[in-house]
Nanobody, 117 residues
Framework: QVQLVESGGGLVQAGGSLRLSCAAEGSTFSIYAMAWYRQAPGKQRELIAYITSDFSTTYADSVKGRFTISRDNAKNAMYLQMNSLKPEDTAVYYC???????????WGQGTQVTVSS
């Protein structure tokens, strides 16, 4: 099964920044819209940002203006630059295609982001 590998998480103080990476196997990565999700303890997984195959981006209101999604199709990679982090951004972050897509990768392990106040 095609793998997704998320990395770049860590512990950061409120107001700090992190850059997450998502690496995908397979030669068809570039044709799919891709998304970042997060799941906080006791909460459902939520989609926070996605980027289409032609680089159009959309953000959830909770991260708009603070997070930036990007992709490098030549590297089969996607990124999430997170600035002005808040304690409520604490969650495990995952990448995958957006909900409703015709194709989904198997979920990876995610990467933990912890923001201290």
């Amino acid at each position: 099964q095609v793998q997704l590998v998320e990395s770049g998480g860590g512990l950061v103080q409120a107001g700090g920044s992190l850059r997450l990476s998502c690496a995908a196997e397979g030669s068809t990565f570039s044709i799919y819209a891709m998304a970042w999700y997060r799941q906080a303890p006791g909460k459902q997984r939520e989609l926070i940002a996605y980027i289409t195959s032609d680089f159009s981006t959309t953000y959830a209101d909770s991260v708009k203006g603070r997070f930036t999604i990007s992709r490098d199709n030549a590297k089969n990679a996607m990124y999430l630059q997170m600035n002005s982090l808040k304690p409520e951004d604490t969650a495990v972050y995952y990448c995958n295609t957006p909900y409703g897509s015709s194709f989904h990768y198997a979920w990876g392990q995610g990467t933990q982001v912890t923001v201290s106040s």
